[in-house]
Nanobody, 125 residues
Framework: QVQLVESGGGLVQAGGSLRLSCAAS????????MGWYRQAPGKQRELVAD???????NYADSVKGRFTIFRDNAKNTVYLQMNSLKPEDTAVYYC???????????????????WGQGTQVTVSS
């Protein structure tokens, strides 16, 4: 079974920093693009940042210059470094992988559009 497990959320004051981690578990062979999304109460889930398997990155305008996404392919992990946090960054943050190739029963298999369980980030003013 392949899973994405997030960690690193918490409560921080405005202007502070947090680093989120998302690790894929299982007999992973490769992971395509990965991303971080967030959902605030009463709002739709939105893309925060994503990164290709070759480490090309894309950011929402609201986080450019403050957040950095990066990955460690050897650890099957993607990170989100969040600096200069604002109260409007408060949300549940979710990790996503668009395709994970893994081994099972002697065969390679794929899982698509996999999500983590989410981690709460709260920024106080």
């Amino acid at each position: 079974q392949v899973q994405l497990v997030e960690s690193g959320g918490g409560l921080v004051q405005a202007g502070g920093s947090l680093r989120l981690s998302c690790a894929a578990s299982g007999s992973i062979f490769s992971i395509n693009a990965m991303g971080w999304y967030r959902q605030a109460p009463g709002k739709q889930r939105e893309l925060v940042a994503d990164i290709t398997s070759g480490s090309g990155t894309n950011y929402a305008d609201s986080v450019k210059g403050r957040f950095t996404i990066f990955r460690d392919n050897a650890k099957n992990t993607v990170y989100l470094q969040m600096n200069s946090l604002k109260p409007e960054d408060t949300a549940v943050y979710y990790c996503n992988a668009d395709r994970i190739r893994y081994g099972r029963g002697g065969y390679y298999r794929n899982v698509y559009d996999l999500w983590g369980q989410g981690t709460q980030v709260t920024v106080s003013s």
